[in-house]
């Protein structure tokens, strides 16, 4: 199969856009997710895609807990500032301020609503793992937003890595 056509088609998947935060002790960090889904209703389990080469994938092996930041669709910034390594400067990453959440994962108080997870089964695939965590904690900061999905903005992410 052609590489632009599978690009093509795997980005017309709907999927919502969200920072996940991550932290092994000394070492925070926030990044952008599209690959997110639940997967079991008893327990709850959640799921997300990431890169085995990221920092935040290092990070989860190492903890085994991860937040997933739900944001607003009026505000799609962060996602580009959360395309590489986020700098930590006290309680904020890459300028937004987190707080630490039970499992110590970073929770940004700007996320319209957040879920706390701690994995319960990795699953290897490819070029990514495939963490599935149980949800922990959540909270909802703003009921009305409308959540961001890919489709607000101009990012592509899936289907083929770019240059092959």
């Not at 300028?95 to 108080?109: L, S």
């Not at 879920?115 to 909270?139: D, K, Q, S």
Request: net charge negative.
């Amino acid at each position: 199969m052609d590489a632009e056509l599978i690009n093509a088609v795997t980005w017309k998947i709907p999927n919502a856009l969200a920072l996940v935060g991550s932290r092994h002790g000394d070492e925070w960090n926030g990044m952008t997710t599209s690959w997110i889904t639940q997967v079991a209703q008893e327990p709850v389990l959640i799921g997300i895609g990431v890169d085995t080469v990221a920092v935040t994938h290092r990070l989860i092996e190492e903890s085994g807990v991860f937040t997933i930041n739900l944001w607003d669709a009026e505000n799609t910034r962060p996602f580009v500032k959360f395309s590489k390594p986020a700098e930590k400067d006290g309680m904020a990453l890459n300028g937004y301020a987190i707080t630490e959440g039970e499992t110590g994962a970073p929770i940004f108080d700007d996320a319209v609503a957040w879920m706390e997870c701690r994995v319960t089964n990795p699953v290897p695939c490819g070029t990514h793992t495939f963490f599935i965590g149980e949800l922990v904690a959540a909270g909802i900061n703003d009921d009305e937003a409308t959540i961001a999905a890919m489709s607000h903005t101009r990012m592509k992410y899936g289907g083929t890595r770019r240059g092959h």
